[in-house]
C-alpha cells in the first residue's frame, strides 16, 4: 500500500504565497512611480499597463487556475464569454456617449 503525501499541497501553498508576493510588488511599483513625481507621463503609464496585464495573468494562471488544458476548458470558455461581454458593454457605452455628444452639442 502506497503512503499518500502532501507535497503537492506544499507547493501550491508555496507558490500561492511567491505570487503574492510578486503581486505586492507590481502593486507598490506603480504607487511608487505615482507618487515619485520626476518620471515622464508616458513612461508612467507604460509602466502601469505592463504591471496591470502581469498581474492579471499571474492571478488567472496561479489564483484562478486558468490554462488551456482540457479540464479548464469550461473555465476558459467562461472567461473569454466574459471578456467579450465587458467589451460590448464597455465600446457600446462610449458609442452612446460619443453618439449623444455629437448630436446633443452641436
Sequence with gaps: ????????????????????FISLIL????????????????TLILVLIICAIIQILLHLIFFLHINISYEHQWNLIALVFTI???????????????????????
Design 1 to 20: 500500500m502506497k503512503r499518500h503525501t502532501s507535497t503537492i499541497n506544499y507547493h501550491s501553498y508555496r507558490t500561492n504565497i511567491i505570487v503574492f
Design 27 to 42: 502593486t507598490i511599483i506603480p504607487f511608487y512611480m505615482v507618487i515619485n513625481c520626476n518620471i515622464h507621463k508616458k
Design 84 to 106: 467579450l461581454i465587458i467589451t460590448i458593454f464597455c465600446v457600446g457605452s462610449l458609442w452612446i456617449m460619443n453618439y449623444l455628444k455629437h448630436n446633443l452639442m452641436n
